[in-house]
């Protein structure tokens, strides 16, 4: 999966999951002040993210994650080792 795809597929479960406006969703939105998610939502995403990938993320590389584009590329990085 390259970038473009990981962020789509965010995008989508963005929307599916947490029924955020498109709209609001880009690299630089922050999902806690532009996109509304909590600490709840955030563990969710994370459970789609591990299911999705078939890789278990560590807490530590989420714990920095503050927009969309870092979720991308800690997803990314996942992806690569």
Known sequence: MDKQEIYTWIAQTLVDTFETDPARISLEA???????????????????????TG????????????????????VHQLLKQ
């Open 30 to 52: 922050r999902l806690y002040d532009d996109l509304d998610i909590d600490s709840i939502d955030a563990v969710d995403l994370v459970v789609k993210l591990q299911k999705h």
């Open 55 to 74: 890789k278990r993320m560590q807490p530590e590389a989420f714990k920095t994650v503050r927009t969309v584009g870092d979720v991308v590329d800690a």
